[in-house]
């Protein structure tokens, strides 16, 4: 009996494992390795002993409180946007719907800085909306906050689109029908039905949004500028130490990473729930 | 159909890596053995001239070929340093050069090829009636500067103490050509740029002089770099650059020649 046991269990685990194949196990070793080794260049450059001074300059905590703050509002514009177009997308019939899904992901093969360009062309002084909006209101939304928040949802949106959509289609509609079958709305399904079912997908569009914000760099300086306090994010504050200052630009970088990572893993236990 | 995607993919990869290889290799051995290759690293302020001058160059030198990398000064300083493959450094800013020169990275010592100053660059018939720099302080008006880390933003600095001007600028831009070009989009009312790049752009701009401009003056260093690969060739588009002929297109974009 007990011999048998331990040879069924020695036989077990070769069958539950079969060999990986050294085809897929080289390119995706290769692949780790090139998406690490990076980071353990920065931590093998980053200047240790000088670290405790340096995080105290008064520009990088303004920068990162920044950076912080406008990823975190992108995020909510593009959840208060970006769920609807997904559902939009996922849920209703419409013609031209396959060119609006297109048009939703064009930020995320646009190069940031045309993005930039282009939200200059439209919402810029002398832009399609922006001359109406200064002779109207006033309001001119580059070299502010608000044009932080602008280029970063522009362009962090379609993530949250996709995210959303594809939690849509992978919910079971019949949830939907029922609540329509007992008289809900549309509307009251969608709030009481739909939007917590696929709450996971909008909280992993929002994190992969909010990351994507945080790291936005060409729609910002090209769109809001670069101006401490104001408009210098992280990102742009990187770039520019670099010009000068190699060890300040590696620290920065480090502060951004660690952030990033942290309220990454944070959230990916909480709410993403990873297998 | 999926396999047969992921193997177009995969030898799309594997085709893209070579050629990329290949560029490496093909600009590895810059200029070895009469390739009469250059690579200049040059302020973004001498995107036209130098442009200008590499043709010439070519024209007088059969086989010879110059490629440019402009960008702000102080980031190529940094990415020589970092071992970009650089044949000839001119900066900005004595300043900036010595980023390069103090890190062991020149040839020989640098020389000036010329002087440049700041203008103030408003859109295309002043719409706001700039006259000088104190105008810039006026509410709602919009000005972008170079940051300090370049030295054109040094400069903007040095003339606005030197006017005892306060102002806080709408942005603060990388090189010279990001300030130059918030002007030409309207997005701002004035930059602080230099008179050749005032000029460049002359169909867009219009350029004030202002007196405080003279505390300011940069003087442009050129050198040609030690990892030169064909450090001949390299010295002689530097003497090109300085060359009366090289003198009169600096002169005619609007630069100063240098100090005797």
């Given at each position: ?133 200064d002779a109207t ?139 | ?14 085709a893209l890596t ?180 005032a000029r460049a ?60």
């Open positions: 009996m007990r011999t048998r046991d331990t040879a069924a269990r020695a036989a077990r685990p070769a069958r539950r494992r079969p060999r990986v194949p050294l085809a897929l196990l080289l390119p995706a070793g290769l692949g780790l390795l090139f998406l690490v080794l990076p980071l353990v260049g920065l931590l093998a450059r980053a200047p240790w002993t000088t670290l405790p001074q340096r995080l105290a300059q008064p520009g990088v905590l303004t920068a990162l409180w920044l950076s912080l703050q406008t990823a975190t509002l992108a995020t909510l514009l593009c959840v208060l946007l970006g769920v609807p177009l997904a559902w939009l997308l996922a849920r209703v019939e419409f013609p031209g719907r396959r060119l609006v899904r297109a048009l939703v992901t064009v930020p995320l093969v646009l190069p940031p800085v045309v993005g930039g360009v282009a939200l200059l062309l439209v919402f810029g002084r002398r832009g399609l909306l922006g001359s109406w909006l209101f006033g309001v001119t939304l580059p070299f502010t906050t608000a044009g932080v928040v602008l280029a970063e949802a522009f362009v962090a949106m379609p993530f949250l689109v996709i995210a959303v959509e594809g939690a849509l289609r992978g919910a079971d509609p019949r949830y939907e029908e029922a609540a329509a079958t007992l008289g809900a709305g549309r509307w009251t399904t969608f709030t009481h039905v739909t939007l917590p079912l696929v709450a996971p997908g909008v909280a992993a569009g929002a994190v992969l949004c909010w990351a994507r914000a945080l790291g936005e760099f060409g729609a910002t300086i090209t769109f809001a500028g670069n101006y401490p306090g104001r408009t210098q994010t992280m990102p742009l504050a990187v770039y520019l130490a670099l010009e000068t200052d190699l060890p300040a630009a590696i620290v920065l970088s480090l502060i951004l990473l660690t952030v990033s990572v942290a309220i990454l893993a944070g959230l990916r236990d909480r709410w993403v729930g990873a297998p | 159909m999926t396999v047969r995607w992921i193997r177009a993919a995969l030898a799309g990869v594997a070579l050629g990329l290889a290949g560029c490496g290799g093909d600009d590895a051995p810059a200029g070895t053995a009469g390739g009469g290759r250059v690579t200049v690293f040059a302020a973004a302020s001498l995107t036209e001239t130098f442009t200008r001058l590499g043709r010439d160059f070519e024209a007088a030198h059969p086989g010879t070929r110059v490629t440019f990398n402009f960008a702000g000064s102080s980031a190529l300083a940094t990415q020589i340093s970092q071992g970009a493959p650089a044949d000839v450094f001119a900066a900005a800013s004595p300043a900036t050069m010595k980023t390069v020169t103090g890190a062991g990275e020149a040839a020989a010592s640098p020389v000036t090829l010329a002087r440049n100053q700041l203008v103030i660059a408003v859109p295309r018939g002043n719409p706001r009636q700039i006259a000088g720099l104190p105008d810039l302080t006026r509410p709602g008006a919009k000005v972008a500067l170079c940051a300090e880390q370049v030295p054109c933003g040094a400069a903007a600095r040095t003339a606005l103490d030197a006017a005892g001007v306060r102002l806080t600028p709408a942005t603060l831009e990388q090189d010279v050509k990001g300030a130059l070009a918030k002007v030409k989009l309207g997005e701002v009312d004035a930059a602080l740029v230099y008179r050749t790049d752009a002359a169909s867009d701009v219009d350029a004030i002089e202002f007196a405080e401009s003279d505390r300011a003056i940069n003087d442009y260093p050129i050198v040609v770099l030690k990892r030169a690969g064909d450090p001949a060739t390299a010295r002689a588009f530097v003497d090109h650059v300085r060359s009366d002929a090289g003198r009169a297109v600096l002169t005619a974009a609007g630069f100063q020649p240098p100090q005797a």
